[in-house]
């Protein structure tokens, strides 16, 4: 072997291993927000029951760590129901996932004052901390509803006092990729059979979350100098039950390796001062560098105009569900 050819065949053979060693090593914790399920109030136990079980069985499969965010008034919606409802919960602590309290009936904490709030947080623990308490295991974290975390300093900061009293950890979000914005209309195209838009609307969901990871990997740079875990947000809905599998081998493609919200949280960047107060809910990178005045990266994605669309054409109640715009 000529040396020429002995350069090849070295650079050829260790090219995997030098592809894989430049691949950046990222962390993302998952969290799905509104369970049992996002649309609860437009679907049967069974159909909760099903996205349920494709959601926890593809995190299970791939032993992805994740918390499940419950908005308890979501069991009561239908008589008779209550029962498969809980059901549905149980199938989370029974994957070995974790359970969070999300509010009882999701209020923006900017629209209800500080008791009426306290009250939905109490209310929302109910049914959740019984579940985990029969398996020997306590309600750790609770997730805002729309991300509203005060409209002024001493509200935010009363009711994290509340939080951290009753025993909660704060849970961010770092990464929302909107897949509530898409659910409706994934749901529409489901609903009409037609399986040519189910597919424009998952690639579109997919490119637009990739932006969104460009965007949010460049901004924590900027932040912190490196990539502190991520913390994404995500719904119980059809669209995450038939293609979660898809967003985390995008993941995977980006270098992420799953860790729990627990780890997540370890990292600096979480202890780091935050004192945004306003009428938008926004992510914790947002909140971070408005706390700190730095100005916000440019060039964030555009939600996609086509199915931006689909959205007004959808009829009024199925437009707005299951959760209003964030922003
Ligand atoms: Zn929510």
Known sequence: MTRIYRLLFLTLAFAPIAYSQS??????????DDLPASAAQFMSAQEITDVTTRIVGTLKQQQIPAVGFVNEN????????????????????DAGLELGNHAYSHPSFNRVGLKDFEESVIRGETVTRTLLAQRGKKIRYFRHPFLNVGRDLQSRQELESFLVNRGYRIAPVTID?????????????????????QQQIVAAFLKYADGVFDYDEKFSHELFGYEPPQIILLHGNNLEAGHLGDLLEMLRKRGYHFVSLESALDDFA?????TYVG???????VQWAITRSHALPKGAPEFPPDMQKLRKALPPPLANAPTPPVL
């Open 23 to 32: 691949r950046p090593d990222r962390q993302i914790a998952i969290t799905i």
């Open 74 to 93: 979501k069991l009561y919606m239908r008589t008779g129901e209550v029962d498969a409802r809980i059901a549905a919960l149980n199938q989370w602590l």
């Open 177 to 197: 990729p909107e897949d509530w914005a898409f659910a409706p209309i994934y749901d529409a195209a489901l609903r009409s059979g037609d399986t040519a838009l």
């Open 270 to 274: 979480y202890s780091s001062p935050n």
């Open 279 to 285: 009428d938008n809910g926004v992510g914790w990178l």
